[in-house]
C-alpha cells in the first residue's frame, strides 16, 4: 500500500493536467455507469461544534473503491478540517494507498472548480477577486492562472493578516501580476472575469450588484439548505452548475432543483455562457475525490514511492 502524504500529493500533481483531466471525465460524467457513489454519512456534535464525516465511492471501470473520512472540529484556534483518504481494489479487495485528505480535497476542488470556469469565462479573461483567504483560496488561485491569463488579483479577507498573507506568496510565485488586497468586499468583485469565494460564512458574503455580466462566480465554501455565499434568491436568477443536481438540493437547497450538471453545462456553447453571469455552486461529491484518485494513481512517479504492508 503506498503512502500519499501532503507533500507526496503536492509535488506529484501539475494543476493544468489535473483540470484538463477533470474536464474530460466531467463530460462524460452522465456515460459513468459504473461509478456508485451514494450520499455522505455525516454526524453533528454540539460542544463545540464538531462535524464527522465519511463518503465511500466506487467505480468497476478504474476497479477503485475509496473512502475518505473528515472531521472538522471548532473552537479556541480550531477550525480546519481534516481527512484521510483510503484506496482499495474493487477486484481483489486489497489496500492500494492512503492519501492525506486534506491536500487531495483542495486540489480537486480547484480543479473541478477551474474546470467549469473554463466553459464559462472568455479566453482572454484577465480579472480575478478571491473572497477568503485560507488554503483553499490559494489552490483556486493556482487553478485559475493555470487556465486563464490573469493578470490582476484583488484579495478580501474578513482577517486582513491572512489576505496580506495570501498576497505575499501569491507575488512569490507570480512576479507579473498584480495582487492587490482590498478593505470590501465591493471592490474585490467589482470589474472582475472571475470571482472566487472560499470563506467558512453561514450567511451570503457579497451580492451581485456590483457583479458585470459575463462574470463567473465560484461558490466553494460553506453551504446548507437556506443559505450560502451568495443569497439563494440572487442565484436563482442566473445559470447555476453543480457537480450533482440531487444531492445539492439535499444538500444546499431547491435553489439548485433547476441548476445543470458539469456534462450538461458542457454541451452548451461557450459564447453565451461567457456573456452571462454563471455560478458554480460547489457541494464536493465522492466523485471528484475518486476522479482525483484515479489521476493520482496513474501518475508513473508513483511508482518509486515507499509501500507499507498492514499485515506485517
Known amino acids: ?17 489535473l483540470t484538463q483531466f477533470f474536464q474530460r471525465k466531467m463530460l462524460h460524467q452522465l456515460a459513468v455507469t459504473k ?17 464527522f464525516g465519511s463518503m465511500p465511492a466506487v467505480d468497476e471501470c478504474s476497479e477503485l473503491f475509496i473512502v475518505k473520512n473528515a472531521a472538522l472540529v471548532t473552537g479556541g484556534n480550531l477550525s480546519a478540517i481534516h481527512a484521510i483518504t483510503n484506496v482499495f481494489c474493487t477486484k481483489t479487495g486489497v489496500p492500494l494507498a492512503l492519501i492525506d485528505g486534506d491536500s487531495m480535497t483542495g486540489l480537486r476542488t480547484a480543479a473541478a472548480s477551474a474546470a467549469i470556469a473554463m466553459h464559462c469565462t472568455p479566453e482572454l479573461a484577465d480579472s480575478l477577486g478571491i473572497i477568503g483567504a485560507g488554503v483553499q483560496a490559494e489552490y483556486q488561485v493556482h487553478a485559475i492562472l493555470s487556465i486563464r491569463p490573469i493578470k490582476q488579483i484583488s484579495i478580501y479577507s474578513r482577517t486582513h493578516a491572512k489576505a ?20 470590501n468586499v465591493s471592490d474585490c468583485v467589482s470589474n472582475k472575469k472571475i470571482v472566487i469565494t472560499a470563506t467558512t460564512s453561514n450567511e451570503p458574503v457579497f451580492s451581485l450588484q456590483k457583479v458585470s455580466p459575463g462574470t463567473h462566480i465560484g461558490l466553494i465554501g460553506s453551504h446548507s439548505r437556506v443559505n450560502r455565499e451568495l443569497s439563494h434568491q440572487e442565484m436563482s436568477q442566473h445559470t447555476v452548475v453543480t457537480e450533482n443536481r440531487e444531492f445539492a438540493i439535499v444538500e444546499a437547497g431547491d435553489v439548485h432543483s433547476k441548476a445543470i450538471e458539469p456534462n450538461e453545462l458542457f454541451e452548451m456553447p461557450h459564447d453565451d455562457l461567457a456573456s452571462k453571469i454563471s455560478i458554480f455552486s460547489s457541494i464536493g461529491t465522492a466523485l471528484m475525490d475518486l476522479y482525483f484518485v484515479e489521476y493520482l494513481l496513474s501518475l508513473e512517479e508513483t ?3 515507499n509501500c507499507i504492508n498492514l499485515k506485517e
Open 1 to 17: 500500500m503506498r503512502v500519499y502524504t501532503a507533500s507526496v500529493v503536492e509535488q506529484l500533481i501539475d494543476i493544468k493536467r
Open 35 to 51: 461509478s456508485n457513489v451514494p450520499k455522505r454519512t455525516l454526524i453533528f456534535k454540539d460542544k463545540p461544534f464538531s462535524v
Open 164 to 183: 496580506l498573507k495570501l498576497r505575499a506568496v501569491l507575488l512569490a510565485q507570480y512576479s507579473d501580476i498584480v495582487v492587490d488586497v482590498v478593505d
Open 303 to 305: 511508482s518509486n514511492l
